[in-house]
Structures are given as structure tokens and as C-alpha cells.
């Protein structure tokens, strides 16, 4: 049990003992997040489909350019957070 003379510390033991749990957490933790992202994006992308249908004054130029921006910024986001939790550790 001992390695190089000396004993595992608490932290390698709770680590041996409970790192697969912390991982699927984690994992969770990501495909939780991506989702939530995904469906920010999506209403973001649904806000700005309409802003662009009902687009009838120069002002509503800045809100439908903001919505898609945020909008692809978030899909980013969500993307981002699944591949990350599909990454082996």
C-alpha cells in the first residue's frame, strides 16, 4: 500500500474513492449547462426571427443584430459545454 515508503495522503484516498463520482458530476454538471445554453440560444434566435419579421423602424436594426449576436453566442456556448463533456478525462 505504501508507495516509494510512503503512504497515500487523505486527499489520494478520497480521490481514489469518490474521483468517478466527481467526474459523472462533472460530466452532468457540462450537459446540464450546455442544454440550458441551447435553450437561450434558441429563444434568443426565435426573438430575433421575429424582430426581423416585424422589422418596420431603423431603431429595431440594433435589437435584431443584438438578439442574433447573443443568440450565436450562446449556441456556442452550448456546443462547446457537450463537446467538452464528451472529452475523455
Not at 463520482?21 to 426571427?49: I, K, Q, S, T
Request: hydrophobic share 55%; charged share 20%; with cysteine.
Amino acid at each position: 500500500m505504501a508507495v516509494g515508503g510512503r503512504l497515500p495522503s487523505m486527499k489520494q484516498k478520497l480521490r481514489i474513492i469518490f474521483g468517478d463520482f466527481l467526474n459523472a458530476m462533472h460530466r452532468f454538471w457540462l450537459e446540464m449547462m450546455g442544454g440550458v445554453f441551447l435553450a437561450f440560444g434558441v429563444m434568443l434566435g426565435w426573438a430575433a426571427v421575429r424582430e426581423y419579421f416585424s422589422l418596420s423602424e431603423r431603431r429595431m436594426t440594433t435589437m435584431l443584430v443584438t438578439e442574433g449576436i447573443f443568440a450565436c453566442l450562446m449556441i456556442f456556448f452550448a456546443l462547446d459545454s457537450f463537446l467538452r463533456a464528451r472529452k475523455p478525462r
